[in-house]
């Protein structure tokens, strides 16, 4: 077993069983399934600029942080094993708005990470044509996922919980 922390992704060419918690956090998994591949990601933020390509894989600072960056990464290692695009099976979770209840205060901009990660990942997705299989994302929810690498199953499951664990998972894990 492998646990994905935020900021942090994992790929795997051997099998795995990847688990992680999300909050506003998403998780982007790419599977191939005849190379049987597998990628996922955890990240906090929506985007900065980097640079990936077919050229080489850059390792930016806080990498894992950037839905951006991640996905890049991500997209650029299939890429250097052959994989076509078309090929791969992308899904999409997290992104929770779990503080629709709260006041806006000129602090509270930041509570709509979730959306913005989200959009983020979305909009990766479409520019790349990216064949999107499956997501669960947003509503004020946790969420436990569970990523078999080679064979791109995933186990999901919602979790509520008082605001107090909330603002621990969204502040402390994520």
């Known amino acids: 077993m492998v646990r994905l922390d935020p900021g942090e992704l994992f790929i795997g060419s051997t099998p795995a069983e ?10 982007v998994v790419i599977h191939h399934a005849r190379l049987r591949l597998g990628a996922i990601c955890h990240a906090r933020k929506p985007d900065r600029e980097c640079y990936h390509d077919k050229h080489g894989l850059k390792v930016c600072q806080d990498l894992g942080d950037y839905v951006s960056c991640s996905l890049h990464f991500m997209l650029a290692w299939f890429d250097q094993r052959g994989v076509p695009r078309q090929e791969l099976d992308v899904k999409l979770f997290g992104g929770s708005m779990m503080f629709n209840n ?6 509270t901009p930041s509570l709509n990470m979730g959306k913005r990660n989200v959009d983020t990942a979305m909009t990766i997705i479409r520019s790349q044509r990216l064949h999107l ?6 509503g004020p929810w946790a969420r436990q996922i569970i990523f078999q690498t080679d064979t791109g199953e995933i186990r999901l499951k919602r979790i509520r919980q008082s605001m107090q664990e909330l603002l621990t998972l969204e502040y402390g894990r994520c």
């Open 102 to 107: 709260i006041p806006q205060t000129d602090v």
């Open 133 to 138: 299989t499956a997501s669960d994302v947003g």
């Open 18 to 27: 990847v688990h992680t918690v999300l909050g506003s956090c998403v998780s």
